[in-house]
C-alpha cells in the first residue's frame, strides 16, 4: 500500500465502490503484515541458534528481551513450521431454480447437506428491524430504507461458514408474529407463514456474481479478492402479495450449482 493507491482509491465517486475497495487493500495489506511477521519471528530464532544473545538482538531491533521472547515463541531454532496440512475443500450444491419440494420439506440447506453426507449446522446471527436494500424493497414493493423484518443466519458444512441467508418480510404483514422470534422457527419458516393465512403463488429468483464485501469475507472465512454468489427469491402469494424475500450469498469456491431442467425438458 502507497499513498499513491489511496490517493486513486480517494477519487472513486460510488462511495460503496470505493469502500469495498479499501476493504480489499486493508484485507491484502493484513495479510502482508502477518506474514512479514512470521518471518521475522523466524529470522529471530535463527540468530539465537547461531548464537546471538537475547541482549544483543533486542538492542538491534529496538525492543525489550522480553519482546524478543515473545516473538519467537513457538518456533523451533533452525526449522521453519511446517505447513498444516490442507484439509480438503468443502463442496455443497445448491439448485437452480430452487427445487420447491426442498422448501417445503424444511431448511433446503440441511437436507440436501444430508444427503451428501456432510455434517451442516444452522446458526441465527440475528432477528430486527432494519432498512430495507433497494433490491429487497423492490421485491417487496416497499420504499427503499424503509423498515422490514431480518432474519439473518449462518449455513456451515462441516464447520465451514459457506452461506449467508438473510429472509425479509414486510413488517405491515408479519409484525408480531413468530417470524421474529429470535430462535430457528419450527418446524419450518414455511409452516410460519401459512399459519398466517398466506397460499404460496409463485416464486422469481435471480442471480449475481460478484466480489465479496468485506464483511461477508470475515463471516465465510475467504481470502481477499474471493468471489460470492448471490441468490435473489423472491416469493409472492397466490393473490400476488410479495411474502419472503430470501437473500441468499454463497461462497462461490464451496459450490456446486445444480441447474434443474424444466419439465418436460431433456435437451443437453
Not at 443466519?153 to 462441516?158: F, Q, T
Amino acid at each position: 500500500m502507497n499513498h499513491s493507491t489511496l490517493r486513486e482509491i480517494a477519487t472513486v465517486t460510488d462511495p460503496i465502490e470505493r469502500a469495498r475497495a479499501l476493504g480489499v487493500m486493508m484485507a491484502e495489506q493484513q495479510a502482508l503484515v502477518e506474514e512479514a511477521a512470521r518471518m521475522r519471528r523466524q529470522a529471530i530464532a535463527e540468530a539465537r541458534e547461531s548464537g546471538h544473545r537475547l541482549e544483543d538482538i533486542a538492542n538491534v531491533l529496538g525492543v525489550s528481551p522480553g519482546r524478543i521472547s515473545q516473538m519467537r515463541k513457538g518456533l523451533t531454532a533452525r526449522t521453519p513450521e511446517a505447513p498444516p496440512e490442507p484439509a480438503p475443500p468443502v463442496i455443497v450444491h445448491r439448485s437452480l431454480p430452487s427445487e420447491p419440494a426442498m422448501y417445503g420439506a424444511g431448511c433446503m440447506f440441511l437436507s440436501v447437506a444430508e444427503r451428501q453426507g456432510v455434517h451442516a449446522e444452522l446458526r441465527v446471527l440475528g432477528v430486527g428491524l432494519e432498512p430495507a436494500p433497494e433490491h429487497v424493497a423492490t421485491c417487496l414493493r416497499t420504499r427503499p430504507g424503509e423498515d422490514v423484518i431480518a432474519r439473518r443466519r449462518l449455513m456451515l458444512a462441516d464447520e465451514v461458514p459457506v452461506r449467508i441467508a438473510v429472509s425479509y418480510f414486510r413488517t405491515d404483514l408479519f409484525g408480531g408474529t413468530p417470524v421474529t422470534d429470535p430462535e430457528l422457527l419450527k418446524p419450518t419458516m414455511h409452516e410460519a407463514i401459512t399459519a398466517h393465512g398466506h397460499a404460496f403463488g409463485h416464486a422469481e429468483e435471480t442471480l449475481v456474481a460478484r466480489p465479496a464485501a468485506r464483511w461477508e469475507t470475515d463471516l465465510l472465512r475467504l481470502d481477499p479478492g474471493d468471489c460470492v454468489v448471490q441468490v435473489l427469491r423472491a416469493s409472492y402469494s397466490t393473490d400476488d402479495t410479495p411474502i419472503h424475500v430470501l437473500e441468499t450469498v454463497c461462497a462461490a469456491a464451496r459450490h456446486v450449482f445444480t441447474i434443474n431442467q424444466a419439465g418436460g425438458c431433456d435437451v443437453f
